[in-house]
């Protein structure tokens, strides 16, 4: 049997796993820490990296805990328990920079510092598991294979109740949906506590004085309906009609709410305000704005954009194209997701 390799792990790639080197090659490793000297077993050879399984600590990071899952490592969901809080947000942080700069080709990326999630733990208002038999959980790390789980401790204590009832109920095999009361069939945040975080820095953040706010992706008006009074008009822009239908029922008289795509009504609305007083906030999925968005924007010259991301590498994409026209104040990340590899980011450009 070949001898395994001795590699020291000199950063933590966006992902979740460790970066070393090894005979003139980068090796990933998950579940390490930066400093760390581990033993691992190759398992793939691409052209020009390479990845690996972890074997054994040989010399451990000061910041490595025992962590509280005992499917960590096995199941799929969580990249970083075996890290303290502390070092999640500064590797997240440097994650973010680093990406803005590869990516977008960002000579300064204005980072102010990363803001923490109130619960590390105890805080996912739902999750998705899967039943085949017997089995009730997560997919394996890397893996279609299923890990059964009794308790995800990343999630509310309402979610396990329900994970726990389809665990003792006869449900047939399939994919489940577990969330805590409230909430309806379009996208929330999972993490209700950093989603205040988030929202309240999107306050701290806009612009005072200015007439318009479109809100588009608004879902059911998270950042509209908390942000409608320091405007004198909101406009929300989402597809799903259902997520629309709520945000509708608690409108205030300057606020309404548009289903559609928002590459189709956003140019209108841009083009029939008065720009130096409009205000847009994006929060698109993890493919980030199209093209096509992203030429309104610049056509129409809005004073100022929060684009809200929740990839790194989509939003140094787009932030290549809008920072064009627009000058990027601030890029502040919160971890909307501990535990794991996920990272939310909160970037402020202005005209």
Request: proline share 7%; charged share 20%; hydrophobic share 40%.
């Amino acid at each position: 049997m070949p001898e395994l390799p001795i590699l020291t792990i000199q950063d933590i790639a966006f992902g979740g796993k460790g970066v070393a080197r090894h005979e003139g090659m980068v090796v990933f490793v998950p579940f390490v820490a930066p400093g760390e000297v581990v033993s691992a077993q190759i398992i793939r050879r691409k052209k020009n990296f390479a990845e690996a399984e972890l074997v054994s600590v040989l010399e451990r990071s000061p910041d490595r805990v025992e962590p509280p899952c005992p499917v960590f490592g096995i199941c799929g969901g969580c990249s970083y328990q075996h890290v303290t809080y502390e070092r999640q947000l500064a590797i997240k942080a440097t994650q973010v920079e680093q990406t803005l700069r590869r990516v977008g080709r960002l000579e300064h990326v204005p980072m102010q510092p990363i803001i923490g999630s109130p619960k590390q733990y105890g805080y996912r208002n739902r999750i998705r598991v899967h039943r085949a038999g017997r089995v009730v959980g997560f997919f394996a790390h890397e893996s279609r294979e299923l890990v059964d789980v009794e308790r995800c401790p990343i999630s509310q204590p309402k979610v396990n109740a329900a994970l726990a009832n389809l665990r003792r109920s006869s449900q047939p095999d399939g994919d489940y949906s577990l969330r805590a009361p409230g909430g309806g069939p379009y996208f929330q945040q999972t993490n209700p506590g950093a989603t205040r975080e988030l929202v309240a820095l999107a306050g701290r953040t806009v612009r005072r004085g200015q007439q318009l706010l479109v809100d588009a992706y608004c879902g059911a008006g998270l950042f509209a309906r908390a942000l409608r009074d320091l405007f004198e008009q909101v406009i929300g822009l989402e597809e799903n009609v259902l997520a629309v239908e709520s945000a509708s029922r608690d409108a205030a008289p300057h606020e309404r709410y548009i289903a559609g795509e928002v590459s189709v009504h956003l140019g209108e609305i841009l083009m029939t305000h008065d720009a130096e007083r409009t205000t847009v906030i994006l929060d698109p999925p993890s493919t980030g704005i199209s093209a096509r968005i992203a030429d309104l924007l610049i056509a129409a010259a809005p004073a100022e954009i929060l684009y809200v991301s929740c990839n790194p590498a989509t939003l140094a994409r787009d932030l290549a194209l809008l920072t064009k026209t627009y000058r990027l104040h601030t890029v502040t990340p919160i971890d909307m997701f501990p535990q794991t590899a996920e990272i939310e980011v909160l970037a402020h450009l202005a005209r």
